[in-house]
């Protein structure tokens, strides 16, 4: 058992969940049928599956999550054993842990159903100090955003660079950005969180409100927008046959984090993340093409890349 408050490259706190993944020929219009050949249960969820991909890569990982006493929970337990993550996981009797239905693609799109229980939203009091102030990185989603904003503030007092990855407008989402120092969010909370159509000013906008090293937004296969507080940076996606997009943006972060703790500049971080991101859409799953250091620098070399340019419907062309 590793000692609790002994020091990890990174420490994961948030969203673990079971995913089932669905494939289909075409998504289902509504109100039709669908016929679909088989699903797999598998890990995933944001932090979890950043964490587990770093741990992969060499680094040391904590994580920390809430779950239930089902056989979800049993899946974790063993996926983040078996990966050699140290692992801090509060169960909770009679609850059930996070759960996800995948439909997929035969272009590898997902659309996602989410299912979460309010028992086992993890609570500021459910942390230990040590457990973040005890790392080299933080990595963290504002699902659960008391606890998060918790865990960034022990991280800021320790002198732990803080990573999020966020996807939605939470209540008390700006008590954790201001705490925040890499920031890498869906495509659309930028503009929404600042109420700025365009892109480039909301990143722009962020950077400025939250005082933050980097803010960010993945673009899909548009790659990623990020402005350092002086210039803004896009890079482009690799073009990749994709059979599953699940994981994505969760690999992109390990991606991101792995760059940032070894010290690279920028646009290495970015185009690494990119790379292992697309390496995960050629499998199935989250954590199905979490693939080692070398592939994915082979891929940055050989791969072809989209557009240099990036479009979205807010945002000028670059």
């Not at 699903?39 to 994580?63: D, E, H, I, K, N």
């Not at 909770?92 to 693609?105: A, H, K, N």
């Not at 939605?168 to 495509?187: F, H, K, W």
């Not at 962020?206 to 002086?230: E, K, M």
Request: contains cysteine; hydrophobic residues 40%.
């Amino acid at each position: 058992m590793v000692p609790e408050c002994s020091l990890v490259d990174l420490v994961g706190v948030g969203l673990n969940a079971t995913d089932t993944l669905i494939p289909v020929e075409r998504f289902p219009e509504r109100g039709s049928k669908t016929e679909y050949t088989g699903s797999s249960v598998m890990p995933g969820g944001q932090v979890a599956t950043a964490v587990v991909a770093c741990q992969f890569w060499g680094l040391s990982t904590r994580y920390v999550g809430k779950l239930g006493d089902d056989d979800a929970s049993r899946l974790h337990q063993a996926a983040f054993q078996s990966a050699g993550v140290e692992s801090h996981l509060i169960h909770v009797p009679g609850g059930i842990s996070p759960q996800s239905l995948i439909i997929v693609d035969s272009l590898g799109e997902r659309t996602v159903l989410c299912r979460r229980n309010e028992a086992v939203v993890l609570q500021p009091h459910d942390l230990k100090r040590e457990w973040i102030a005890n790392a080299r990185a933080l990595h963290l989603d504002g699902h659960d955003t008391a606890a998060a904003t918790q865990a960034a503030i022990w991280a800021r007092e320790a002198g732990v660079p803080v990573i999020a990855d966020l996807d939605e407008t939470y209540p008390g989402v700006e008590s954790l950005l201001e705490n925040i120092d890499y920031l890498i969010a869906a495509r659309d909370f930028p503009c929404r969180l600042m109420n700025e159509p365009n892109l480039e000013r909301a990143l722009q906008m962020i950077a400025g409100r939250f005082n933050t090293n980097l803010a960010a937004a993945t673009l899909g296969q548009n790659g990623v927008l990020a402005f350092d507080g002086r210039q803004l940076m896009h890079r482009a996606a690799y073009r990749v046959p994709v059979v599953d997009s699940t994981g994505a943006g969760d690999i992109f972060h390990a991606g991101f984090v792995y760059g940032l703790l070894r010290g690279w500049p920028l646009d290495r971080q970015l185009d690494f993340a990119c790379a292992a991101a697309a390496i995960n859409c050629m499998n199935a799953g989250a954590r199905g093409g979490i693939r080692p250091i070398a592939e994915i620098e082979e891929l940055m070399t050989v791969a072809s890349r989209y557009s240099a340019g990036f479009s979205t419907p807010n945002s000028q062309k670059h």
